[in-house]
């Protein structure tokens, strides 16, 4: 509306109030180049949050992969002793409980050692 004053010739408007007009839309103007930069700059810093959000999510996801794959095979192990079968050799050891306690110990000692090593953990 305001750039439509400024082109209008009209024997209503006085002249003087031209420049009111010219002026007034280079401010709207001025005004609407800042706006777009705040948007621009708002803009990148959501992105900025998002990706440092991702980032975290990235970080937890490691961990927790990390701790769920230490598990599964030590929760294999205690599947496979929790059937109580009479056939189980080491079901019959005298120290088989502590055996098995060593062994899954060992391979969550080894598999931490291993993700540490990797960088993972």
């Given amino acids: 509306m305001i750039t439509n004053l400024v082109k209008m010739d009209s024997e209503f408007i006085a002249e003087r109030n031209y420049k009111h007009f010219k002026e007034l839309h280079d401010n709207i103007n001025q005004a609407v180049e800042l706006l777009d930069y705040y948007h621009e700059v708002l803009y990148d810093e959501l992105n900025i949050y998002h990706s440092s959000m991702s980032t975290r999510l990235n970080d937890i996801m490691a961990l ?3 701790f769920s794959v230490v598990f599964i095979p030590l929760t294999f192990i ?3 002793y929790g059937m109580n079968f009479d056939n189980m050799p080491e079901l019959h050891m005298p120290n088989g409980y502590f055996i ?3 062994v899954m ?3 969550a000692a080894g598999m931490l050692l291993f993700f540490k090593r990797k960088k993972w953990f």
């Fill in 64 to 66: 927790l992969t990390v």
């Fill in 100 to 102: 098995a306690w060593v």
């Fill in 105 to 107: 110990l060992l391979i």
């Fill in 78 to 80: 205690v599947g496979v």
